[in-house]
């Protein structure tokens, strides 16, 4: 961005701020009349900024705060499909503690975040790392890496449920031409949750390539040419300058796929088109189960109890992290 | 250096070489495999080659003339082009007023609207479908929009770029007489354009690929947006691949050109949104 140029009329405020010449009444009015000027500036701008935000701040309210409330309260109550409500106390939270398929699925969703998260860290650094280097083309192969991203999630679930199918499916076709066994990727409860991480990982490792390449580029390069010329490896470079350097980024990158793998913001699409929670429920995710209930069976007094767990878990999870980075510094030193 | 070492160094310079591109083309190769897919006929689907033998276009005239895939994606467009225009100008009031104007309360409100950047769609679906539902909004256009133009990130992006204008614009204007709405419409929005065209494609590529909102919803076909249509076509027909990986292929494409012409925007706007 440019600067733009200083206009003479800034100048000027600063010329009458400064005027200290005058002294006597008439100084005592024109600095009362000052106060009412800044008075009435500063009320003008109050009016103005709160109707600047009122449509976000209204809309965030009713769409964003309200709801997260209600999830809170919402699972002391039964709801059925019309909208009707009783309260039940704690009977929702009850019978969640013994809701076999809910501890299930929040073992999947502890199973998926302890995978996905590690996964995309190494692989979006990595990737970073490699089309850092000065190679031909360069730019091309980054936008390769990227290019899934842009794809919607469903299209994403579409193409991989077709590439997996059993014995004909793309990917068992490769396999058995290097003469390796075809499996049921799909199907199989021990492999389902795998073949899930593995398209996610792959769907979001250009978006996080894109987060450390711009990490990477604030480490100054004087760095690493003062390490060469002590005889560095590569290896050392890495331990010693780029990764205590990429601090703030590598906090961004884990809060985020922390938080997104826990609610489920790509599992959630993945899952409903690729194995809808099966087989054997080992794909089915805490938010995809709450979905079920709440949607399914219209359980939603229910499906909010669960969720209210989530949120609280999201809530450790965001106060943990920002008090590890005291209030959102990503920076430690 | 020089001697046996620039050669050692030459053949690991190609073997970089040779792996970023052999990965990086291995990653796209899903999407090609699609588009090769969409034009192959039923019988060739499962066919590993990445040619087709027998390629035909009749995948795509069945989705269009024997659904209403036309009105899906007109639906789509106009759902994802109001959020993001909408979403937009009011993300820029708010940035524009969080950074530039002095107002009782705004460090508070803008942490509390900060605080909101972490609460994803799956984790409250339950209680926005009820709110929604009372406020009449199921199964019409405006459940769809409205409930998806409200988002912090918005907001914090454009209030960092509102930020990095210097203030004695504003100050000069104020000495003019001007008002604060015209100081934001004639002075702060021509200047934000930049962010602005980044963040537009940013907004319709999401809302877009939106999948789960319009789910829930919208039960009446007339309404589908087209990921909720292709989603449904699938659990239908879902044996007929070559039908739906062409469907995939039409919803796929709009976000693929976007992608293409407009990479450098996207990038940036993922950029600024690493927290520094």
């Known amino acids: ?333 | 250096m020089r001697g046996p070492n620039s050669s050692e160094l030459r053949m690991s310079r190609i073997a970089l070489f040779l792996s970023t591109a052999v990965l990086s083309i291995l990653t796209a190769a899903p999407l090609v495999w699609m588009l090769s897919a969409a034009f192959k006929p039923p019988d060739e689907i499962f066919n590993s080659s990445l040619i087709p033998k027998h390629p035909t276009l009749e995948n795509f005239s069945y989705v269009f003339t024997q659904l209403p895939f036309t009105r899906y994606i007109l639906n789509t467009f106009f759902v994802a082009g109001t959020i993001t225009v909408v979403a937009l100008f009011f993300h820029s009031m708010a940035g524009y007023a969080f950074a530039r104007l002095k107002f009782p309360g705004r460090d508070l409100i803008f942490l509390s609207i900060f605080a909101t950047f972490l609460v994803s769609l799956p984790v409250i679906i339950v209680p926005l479908f009820i709110l929604v539902r009372r406020l009449g909004m199921v199964n019409n256009y405006a459940g769809l929009i409205i409930p998806a133009i409200f988002n912090a990130f918005g907001i914090f992006l454009l209030r960092q770029f509102y930020l990095g204008i210097p203030g004695e614009l504003q100050e000069a204007a104020i000495i003019d007489g001007a008002s604060y709405w015209s100081i934001y419409w004639n002075i702060m929005l021509p200047l934000s354009r930049p962010i602005l065209s980044a963040l537009a494609v940013f907004f319709f590529l999401v809302n877009w690929n939106s999948f789960l909102w319009p789910l829930t919803i919208t039960t009446n076909q007339d309404l589908w947006v087209v990921q909720v249509a292709i989603a449904s076509f699938h659990s239908q027909y879902s044996a007929a691949w070559n039908y739906i990986m062409a469907a995939s292929a039409v919803v796929a494409l709009p976000t693929l050109i976007l992608f293409f012409f407009f990479q450098r925007q996207l990038v940036e706007s993922i950029k600024t949104s690493g927290i520094k």
């Open chain 1, 1 to 333: 961005m440019t600067d733009p140029p200083r206009t003479s009329l800034g100048n000027s405020v600063r010329n009458t701020d400064g005027s200290k010449g005058i002294r006597g009444p008439r100084r005592k009015a024109l600095s009362e009349r000052r106060a009412r000027a800044f008075w009435t500036h500063s009320r003008k701008e109050s009016i103005a900024a709160f109707l600047f935000i009122l449509p976000d701040s209204i809309g965030l309210l009713i769409f964003v705060a309200v709801p997260m409330l209600l999830s809170l309260s919402l699972g002391f109550f039964s709801v059925d499909g019309f909208g009707g409500y009783k309260f039940v106390g704690l009977a929702n939270y009850n019978r969640m503690f013994h809701d076999v398929l809910f501890l299930k699925s929040l073992w999947v969703t502890i199973l998926y975040v302890l995978i996905l998260v590690p996964g995309l860290y190494v692989s979006g650094l990595g990737l970073a790392l490699l089309v850092r280097q000065k190679i031909p083309f360069i730019g091309v192969w980054r936008s390769l890496f990227f290019m899934p991203y842009v794809v919607s999630l469903v299209v994403i679930g579409l193409i991989w449920q077709v590439m997996l199918i059993d014995r004909i499916g793309f990917i068992n076709q490769m396999l058995e031409l290097v003469h390796l066994p075809s499996r049921s990727w799909l199907g199989d409860p021990s492999l389902a949750l795998g073949a899930i991480l593995f398209v996610t990982i792959w769907f979001l490792m250009g978006y996080y390539m894109i987060i450390f390449l711009s990490g990477l580029q604030e480490i100054p390069r004087e760095y690493y040419e003062a390490a060469r010329i002590d005889g560095a490896s590569a290896w050392a470079m890495f331990t010693k300058i780029t990764l205590p350097l990429l601090q703030p980024t590598s906090f961004f990158v884990l809060l985020v796929s922390t938080v997104s793998a826990v609610s489920g913001s790509q599992a959630f699409d993945l899952v409903y088109v690729m194995t809808k929670g099966g087989p054997a429920n080992s794909t089915a995710l805490a938010v995809f189960y709450i979905y079920q209930q709440a949607f399914q069976f219209n359980n939603y007094g229910y499906a909010a109890a669960m969720a209210s767990s989530l949120v609280i878990v999201l809530m450790a999870i965001t106060i943990a992290l920002f008090m590890a980075t005291r209030g959102g510094r990503f920076h430690l030193t």
